[in-house]
């Protein structure tokens, strides 16, 4: 893994309990495919797959670089800046 960001941000853990991609209820959309946390301040957001993909929408407006997957089970992570899984 050349990535920095992956090495540095924490090791995931079982995901919070989400209700759902927080801006999705907001606007009082229930369209998400699959959830994505953010390792920086905990926001979940819908993955690109996603009408609204809300998850990369977090990344472009923080700049916050590595989500996980928040689906029970998946222990993935990526990092936007250098679009890499780890």
């Known amino acids: 893994m050349s ?3 992956l090495t540095e941000a924490p090791r995931p853990t079982e995901p919070r309990v989400a ?4 801006e999705c209820l907001a606007i009082g959309s229930r369209d998400w495919v699959h959830l994505r946390e953010c390792l920086t301040c905990g926001q979940v957001g819908c993955c ?4 609204y993909r809300h998850a990369t929408g977090h990344f472009q407006s923080t700049g916050h670089p590595v989500m996980r997957s928040a689906q ?5 992570r990526w990092c936007y800046i250098d679009e890499e899984i780890g």
């Open 3 to 5: 990535c920095v960001h």
């Open 19 to 22: 209700q759902g991609c927080q």
């Open 48 to 51: 690109d797959s996603s009408p």
């Open 72 to 76: 029970p089970g998946e222990w993935w």
